[in-house]
């Protein structure tokens, strides 16, 4: 059990030019759709970005249609920003939308529904000026083969946001979303400031927390290679850290009971199995949270927007609250 966690270094990020007034309004999400929507028109003026990577881009005005992969894209959908086209695991079992991912996004094509996966025939249909990828640990989100044919006819621009800590990672998105024509900003850091203090304060008396995913033959306790489990970490929360690997350790139902905690926090990805999946299994129900009747869930990998993390901080301040 650990308290505590190291700050991984980041690059700088910056953001500069003029921010459009209005923002890009692209198709509904759909599986299988590329049609180029309506984009309103945005003030002319230059634009620069530059990246994780070392890359400076300019552009002679704000990028008007954009490609993003979907926690970047759910990200400035929240701020008012769509993106004309979304890739990485937005697909749920039976094709439906990951909720869980894509939060309320709701207007763009998917153009890839698993890590590393971008249609490039549907992409270059959209026309995009910009692709915004997120990197993990410096690993592109788009496979090596893919990412080289869509730079053959648009840039891409990756961001950092795993190293990161949640905090730069969220004053990051949210220059970008300013500087794509975002408004309201100041007022969902606001929102996290308050959730930020409300956790805090909770942490001080909080119970014990595991963070785990379910897998159909046990399940995996996350460790500190998650960012908002770093971020928990920095307030004070006491969180079951187990020895071993940057993301989880995984464990067999048998051994599934050597971390016990009065509180677990659930993954509500489709990549994890939900609490009503496992309800009948002897190991889940030996759970001394689940025997309490403290479940709930979280999100490893939300929206990187003010409002998302503090809800995700909210959420755990009432898990911790009971």
Request: charged share 20%; aromatic share 8%.
């Amino acid at each position: 059990m650990a308290r505590g966690a190291g700050k991984p270094a980041r690059r700088t990020v910056l953001f500069g030019g003029i921010a459009a007034t209005a923002a890009v309004v692209a198709p509904r999400l759909s599986a299988g759709s590329a049609e180029a929507g309506p984009v309103r028109e945005v003030p002319p003026g230059s634009w620069t970005v530059s990246d994780d990577t070392g890359l400076r881009l300019e552009f002679p005005s704000v990028p008007r249609r954009i490609i993003a992969y979907a926690t970047v894209a759910s990200t400035l959908h929240d701020y008012g920003v769509d993106v004309a086209g979304v890739y990485g695991g937005v697909l749920a079992q039976g094709r439906k939308l990951d909720r869980a991912t894509l939060g309320s996004l709701d207007r763009a094509a998917v153009l890839g529904s698993a890590w590393g996966q971008l249609n490039v025939e549907r992409a270059g249909a959209l026309k995009p000026d910009l692709v915004l990828d997120s990197l993990q640990y410096g690993l592109s989100q788009l496979d090596p083969g893919v990412g080289a044919q869509v730079r053959k006819f648009c840039p891409v621009a990756s961001f950092e946001s795993y190293a990161a800590e949640l905090p730069d990672s969220l004053r990051r998105f949210g220059d970008l979303a300013a500087s794509l024509g975002a408004s309201g900003v100041a007022a969902q850091r606001a929102e996290y400031l308050r959730a930020r203090a409300a956790l805090r304060a909770a942490a001080r008396q909080a119970p014990w927390v595991l963070f785990v995913s379910i897998d159909p033959d046990g399940i995996r306790i996350a460790r500190t290679g998650w960012p908002l489990l770093r971020e928990y970490l920095a307030l004070g929360v006491p969180v079951v850290l187990p020895p071993g690997g940057k993301y989880a350790l995984k464990l067999s139902w048998e051994n599934s009971l050597r971390y016990p905690a009065d509180v677990l926090m659930v993954d509500a990805r489709s990549t994890s199995l939900q609490p009503e999946d496992v309800a009948g299994h002897p190991f889940w129900q030996r759970q001394k949270a689940v025997q309490a009747g403290r479940v709930y869930s979280w999100q490893p990998e939300p929206p990187l927007s003010y409002r998302a993390a503090a809800n995700q901080l909210t959420g755990l301040t009432r898990a911790l609250a009971g």
